[in-house]
Each structure stands twice: as C-alpha cells, then as structure tokens.
C-alpha cells in the first residue's frame, strides 16, 4: 500500500488481504491492481450496491468473490 494512500475501489481478481502487494502507478494518478485491504484479522468489510455493508472472510472461495464483483454470476 503506498504511503497516504487511501484506496475506495479494488478489483475482486484476488482475495481479500491477499499476500501479494498492490500495483500502483505514483504519478500523480493511482492506477493500478488493488485488492481489498483491512487491518482486521480474517477478512474485510465490503459495501454493496443495495446499500448493505457485510463481513467478508480472507478465506472466501475465490471464484465466489470474483462472481460478487459482477452484476451476474460468471458461471453458466
């Protein structure tokens, strides 16, 4: 994470707290590949589009958290 940098959007391609580091472009623009990052042990807190705040735990099935980042599941 850089430094003062405070992320409201991430990409659902990796898991919650995932070991590996964002990417990020510092000038002056943070684009990049940002996961869903939380001090909390075990997993983070995600806001949905109807309004609702819910606990998501680091260990979710991955393809469960990339359908979540989707308006329909990916599966067919």
């Given amino acids: 994470m850089l430094p003062g ?14 070991p590996i580091p964002d990417c990020s472009q510092v000038d002056h623009v943070y684009a990049g590949v940002h996961v869903a990052r939380s001090y909390h042990a075990g997993g983070v807190n995600a806001s949905f589009a109807d309004g609702s705040v819910r606990w998501i735990a680091s260990s979710i ?16």
Avoid: I
Wanted: with cysteine; proline share 13%; net charge positive.
């Fill in 5 to 18: 940098c405070v992320m409201t959007a991430f990409t659902p391609s990796l898991p919650p707290n995932d």
């Fill in 61 to 76: 099935n991955p393809q469960v958290w990339r359908d979540l980042g989707t308006r329909s599941s990916s599966r067919r």
